[in-house]
Each structure stands twice: as C-alpha cells, then as structure tokens.
C-alpha cells in the first residue's frame, strides 16, 4: 500500500488505482469513490487521500460551493479513522459516507444522518435493456420514431477505437451543447470542467469506455462510462448536440445494451442528484432498481446533526 497514512496526504494525480481499490474493496463502488470520479471532478487540482486504519481519507471540496469537507469509506478501522480525522482537522462531521461505513460509526454512538442529495441512482441493466414497463412507454416511442426518420445507413453506435476519435468527437458534441445551453454556472460549469479533466487525463485509464452516436458520419451523443469490473459500471458523462429527444432515446438503449453485453456491466451507477430538480427527474426516468445509500456523521456528544 502507497497511500500515505493520514494526515498526511497525496494528491490523487499520486496515487493509482489499486492503492484506492484496496482499501474499499469491501464496498460496492460509490460513485464518489471511482477513480475515474476522483480524477475527474478534482476541480482545482484541490482533493487529496489517504489511509487512516485501513479506510481511504478524501479531502474534498464541495461542486458548487467550492468549500472543502472531509470522507471516510471502507470497513476497516472505521471508528479510529473517523476519530483521527476530526481531531487532526477541527471537522465538524465526515460527509459522503457509504451505509456501511455510517453503519459502522453508528454503532460506536456516533450521530448519523442521512443525505439523499447524495445517494447513487442505480440500474439494473438485465432488467432496463428490456424496454418492458410503462415507465419505458415514452422512450419506446421515440426509439422506433428515430428508427423510422433515419435509415440505417445515416447512423450507428460505435465505441470510440482510439483516443484521439474520443476527444474529437466528446469536443464536438460539448460544443455544439454549449451552443444551445449558453448559461454555464453552478453544476453546468463543474461538469464541463470535469470533462475537460477527463479529456486530459483519460488516455491512460483503460476501463473508460467513450460511445458515440454519429448521425451522417457527425458525432450527435457521447456517453464516458467506467467499466469498474464485477458487473459494475459508472456513467460519468453524456451529453447530445441539440439533437431531439429521439436520438437520446434511441443512443441510451443501444449504449446501455453494449455496456451490458460487451462489457459485462450488470449494475450501472448514474450518480447522485446533489438535490438538482432537473437532475432529479432525469435519473428517477430512467426507473433505477436501488440507491445507493450516503450519510453525514458527527461525533458522539458533540451536539452537531
């Protein structure tokens, strides 16, 4: 194990990926915790890890407000760790927990709260490719719809075979987006900013999966994914160049369908909502089959929810 042991902290362009799958191996993948997520959404350079008694300490810093508060994940040495982190740091609380670390803290009399902004929308991919439900009626529709208006020779669902396809085409797409979608602040801003970041550093992480729907050999619809292993997946971005709802329909069931057949990804992780409307609408569409659950912890006796 590199990691440094806490307080000491690396920046995560320090660390590698089996130093953070070590420790949350217990775990199933929080989307907080991915690699990729750590790389990507490091705005400013900013996040920082480490291990405290065989958990991964995450200095974060928050999408929108830019404030910075401290994780903890894993099942090992959970109290210790959470203990040394308040008292190194003047904390007020550990945010960003996974159930089972909260469980963990719980137990030991720590006050524990939840935080459903944060909880991870999850979709069972044997399940959702089916298209079978009334919560599928409408994309149904508009899949067919966009099969009739394009002939087949006008589109395909292609992986993106090299990188500098990737970048070209993801560039493209958030280009012409960013056209149609001028006001860029708060989330809007972070997720641009984030891939960039992904465009940057991505060439070197094996399990990033970029999707691309062309439409008369154009890039309309890009979807980056993390092929985590054990039937996981994590769905970072996506984005459409001003193309109608069809389209999305139609590219959402096609990219969804090869990350479960080619890739084997059973479970897919769409993220948190960070209490977004929009946000939220959107993944509860999809019909996710759980959520994985986060809280906020506070000492115990320390009066603080």
Partial sequence: MTLPVFPQMLPKSA???????????????????????LRYW???DRLRLAESHGSLVVRFNDYLSGQEFFGLAGTTGVVKAAQEVIALTGAASLQLLPAETAELLLAAGWEVSADPDQDDYILDLDAWCTLDGRHHRDRRRRRRRFQRTYSTSRYRVDRATGWTEACHAVELVVKEWTAANPAKTGYAAQELAAISRML???????DLAIDILWVDERPALFAATEVLGDGWGTYHFGKAAGWEADAEAFAEVEILNRLRIQDGVRWLNLEQDLGLKGLRRHKEKFGPCMML???????PGSGRK
């Fill in 200 to 206: 940057y550093l991505g060439e070197s992480d094996d």
């Fill in 42 to 44: 490091n705005s400013g």
């Fill in 15 to 37: 660390i590698r990926r089996e130093d953070v799958s070590a420790l949350l191996a217990d775990l199933p993948p929080y989307s907080d915790y991915t690699f990729g997520s």
């Fill in 293 to 299: 659950r986060k809280f906020t912890a506070t000492p």
